[in-house]
């Protein structure tokens, strides 16, 4: 993210702390790719996603894939929450924490109602959108 001020800030310097903390190789960094193509062969070789990232949290449900989310922001908790899928504060992350989620992550199942119910509103969102827009 670049800020106004021309600074550069990035979580991956925190992640590969994390990665570097953790005692496994399997541990890959992803840049998010910026075409859909290739967010798509990203996320079909994963198994699991660990992240920080709301976006990136829907994706692996959207791919069916579980995930282990940790923030300071609502809509990661929420996320996971409602996929009932492992979440930490920032404030509280511990790599005890992480590891034990990983393990109860990687048996966990992306339930498709839940996932379905989620598309469902995504698309009353959207036409609600186009329908405000239509008469302005």
């Known amino acids: 993210v670049l800020l106004d001020n021309g600074e550069m800030i990035s ?34 070789d994963l198994s699991l996603l660990v992240g920080m990232r709301f976006h ?9 894939i579980p995930f282990v989310g940790f923030s300071c922001d609502s809509k990661v908790s ?16 511990s790599f005890a924490w992480l590891t034990k989620s990983v393990e109860m992550a990687n048996k966990s199942k992306i339930c498709p109602q839940v996932l379905s119910e989620a598309i469902n ?3 009353i969102n959207f036409e609600y959108l186009a329908d405000c827009l239509k008469h302005q």
């Open 121 to 123: 509103k995504s698309q």
């Open 56 to 64: 990136g949290l829907l994706i692996s449900a959207c791919y069916s």
């Open 78 to 93: 929420d996320i996971c929450g409602q996929y009932a899928m492992p979440y930490c504060d920032m404030d509280d992350i």
């Open 11 to 44: 979580d991956k310097k925190p992640l590969l702390e994390i990665r570097g903390r953790c005692d496994c190789d399997c541990i890959d960094i992803i840049d998010m790719p910026n075409s859909a193509e290739e967010i798509g062969r990203v996320f079909s």
